[in-house]
């Protein structure tokens, strides 16, 4: 392939970040036509289509989304540049680019991460949150550089990645405290009717539970089953149902949140995962993390 076509491969980015090529070319005071051709040119050159339709939309085929990866390295690096020729000190340092699966709770998410941003070198942290078969699809094109889970990469999905096992935890029962004293009493047995809140079936917890109150011989009536575990605590700390979230971060939700406790269960655990492109952990933001939430996070509370 022949050098590349700066110029084109701005135009693409423009277009892949902005989300379509009228959007594009109002940013860049461009006509739509300039920009299409542009981009054709760049097809041509690299060999492969960088986008497809996705109803009226764009959407950056596989080989597009290799190359998006490059290009926003490259004009991060070069704004970077800019600054410091400029006699500006650059906006940050390491860029670290996390995907958090929906299922993972957000407070535990916030504490595995927090130590990344007291490290030494700035980090500027990038955070994507979506279902985890669309993060790990990110991460095998580096888009990418870890995935935070509640599960290991299943391995029909082909995908090449490595899972680092960050800790476990045990669960707690949360409800608004009017609810929770009712079924605190004589539990588990006092959850057999009681509104619960769950989480999705891909959720890896949801299965646990099921075949924890299978154990005990208890049927609690789901009321709503959610992806996002923070939008289930909403719903809990509006006194809709009972909710779990792991015993690490239990002080966590106490101080949030407008529930009280009803019980711990240490016979459900709930284990979390780095899911990394690489087999030894290389990146100073990702060791960062594991050994903070082997040692710190989950050694303490779990």
């Not at 960062?288 to 050694?299: G, K």
Request: net charge neutral; charged share 20%; hydrophobic share 45%.
């Amino acid at each position: 392939m022949p050098n590349l076509n700066m110029k084109h491969l701005r135009y693409f980015w423009a277009v892949a970040t902005h989300g379509s090529i009228a959007r594009a070319s109002e940013v860049m005071h461009l006509t739509p036509q300039t920009i299409s051709g542009q981009l054709r040119e760049l097809e041509e050159q690299i060999g492969a289509k960088l986008f497809g339709k996705s109803g009226r939309n764009l959407a950056l085929t596989e080989s597009g989304q290799v190359v998006f990866s490059y290009a926003d390295e490259i004009f991060r690096l070069t704004g970077e540049l800019q600054d410091v020729v400029s006699g500006r000190p650059p906006a940050s340092g390491i860029t670290f680019r996390v995907g958090i699966a929906m299922v993972v709770p957000k407070l535990l998410a916030y504490r595995v991460l927090a130590p990344v941003l007291a490290l030494p070198e700035p980090v500027r942290l990038v955070c994507h949150e979506a279902p985890l078969t669309d993060l790990l699809a990110d991460l095998s094109v580096h888009k990418l550089d870890l995935v935070l889970a509640d599960s290991p990469v299943n391995p029909a999905l082909n995908i090449r990645a490595y899972n680092h096992v960050l800790g476990e935890s045990g669960i707690s029962f949360f409800a608004v405290p009017e609810l929770a004293a009712r079924h605190r009493e004589d539990f588990p047995r006092s959850l057999n009717g009681a509104p619960m809140l769950m989480p999705t079936g891909s959720s890896a917890l949801y299965r646990a539970l099921g075949h924890w109150f299978d154990r005990h011989e208890v049927k609690p009536r789901i009321v709503a089953e959610f992806e996002d575990r923070a939008l289930m605590k909403a719903f809990g700390e509006a006194g809709v149902g009972i909710f779990t979230t792991p015993t690490a971060v239990e002080q966590d939700i106490l101080q949030k949140y407008r529930v009280a406790l009803i019980a711990r269960v240490d016979d459900i655990k709930e284990r979390y995962y780095a899911i990394s492109a690489e087999r030894h952990i290389k990146h100073p933001a990702v060791s960062t993390i594991t050994e903070s939430a082997r040692h710190d996070l989950f050694a303490l509370r779990g």
